[in-house]
């Protein structure tokens, strides 16, 4: 007779169950992946936020902003996911679609990627 992983209890069914419910399977993989998910889901929230702000401060696909309407709002510049370098030199710092390029005196030209 086999016992489920979670909480130890006989197993009732197919022969190869590893748990005896949907919610003891569902704690024994929360427990296995917790580090990870945890610190996943803090960088996707962060990466969701940045994402929020960019698409707020630019609704016609380009505009300026300044650094610290950026950082009023709570962008946080650490938190990307591609840079792109021109041909010219400019190096444009992108969240999925959206992007930003510092120019001088804190200000930012805003971006959206064409689809």
């Known amino acids: 007779m086999k016992t489920c992983l979670e909480c130890g209890e006989k197993i009732v069914g197919r022969e ?11 704690s024994y993989n929360n427990k296995i992946n917790k580090d990870q998910t945890n610190l996943m ?4 929230n962060k990466l969701r936020k940045n994402y929020r702000i960019l698409v707020e401060l630019n609704p016609d696909g380009k505009s300026k902003t300044t650094r610290n309407k ?11 996911t591609s840079i792109y370098k021109t041909k010219t030199g400019n190096t444009y710092y992108f969240i999925y679609d959206y992007g930003y390029m510092e120019l001088d005196n804190e200000q930012y030209i805003l971006v959206k990627k064409e689809s």
């Open 70 to 80: 950026l950082m009023t709002k709570g962008f946080d510049f650490e938190y990307l």
């Open 41 to 44: 889901r803090n960088i996707n």
């Open 16 to 26: 190869d169950k590893k748990f005896c419910s949907d919610s003891c399977r569902n």
